[in-house]
């Protein structure tokens, strides 16, 4: 009785199988960020390219998304070309020379999503879990920020 050829199919599904593994350590995980709309602007690129190695105990995670930049399991993630805030009744505070806001609406306890206030474009950081207050964050990447020209302030100087 003749033999049937099973090598042929077998070494395609091999193939495949191992294509797919490829497929998928390699990915980069995106962590469900997207970028901000302005993302592509040289002060949103100049900000990633240089925002700490680590930041709260936390290592940066490399992207491809332009703008974004993020450390640990996305505990701190860092968008910047967001849409700029107007006038709000959301607390507002400085961080060494730049205004942030949190937005109430969309921060929790165990989240805090904080948006520069008066500059163009605009920076968000959402820290999640984290065991250092958002403001000493902050403070680390206001050095960051503090070169983008600021248009209004949200904290008067009295």
């Not at 995670?61 to 701190?76: E, F, M, P, Q, R």
């Not at 605009?122 to 958002?134: D, G, L, N």
Request: charged letters at 20%; glycine letters at 8%.
């Amino acid at each position: 009785m003749p033999r049937k050829r099973t090598t042929l199919p077998l070494a395609a599904a091999a193939v495949a199988v191992a294509a797919v593994l490829v497929f998928v350590v390699t990915k980069e995980p995106h962590y469900n960020v997207r970028p901000g709309a302005q993302s592509g602007n040289a002060h949103c690129g100049r900000i990633t390219e240089n925002a700490p190695g680590k930041l709260a105990g936390h290592t940066k995670h490399a992207t491809k998304l332009a703008g974004v930049a993020l450390w640990g399991d996305s505990n701190i993630v860092l968008r910047c070309g967001v849409t700029d805030i107007g006038p709000t009744s959301d607390p507002c505070f400085s961080a060494d020379g730049v205004d942030w806001v949190i937005d109430t609406a969309r921060s929790t306890d165990t989240q805090k999503v904080i948006l520069t206030y008066g500059r163009t474009p605009a920076t968000e950081v959402t820290v999640t879990h984290s065991p250092k207050a958002p403001d000493e964050i902050l403070g680390e990447l206001s050095a960051l920020i503090a070169p983008i020209t600021q248009t209004s302030q949200c904290i008067r100087s009295e």
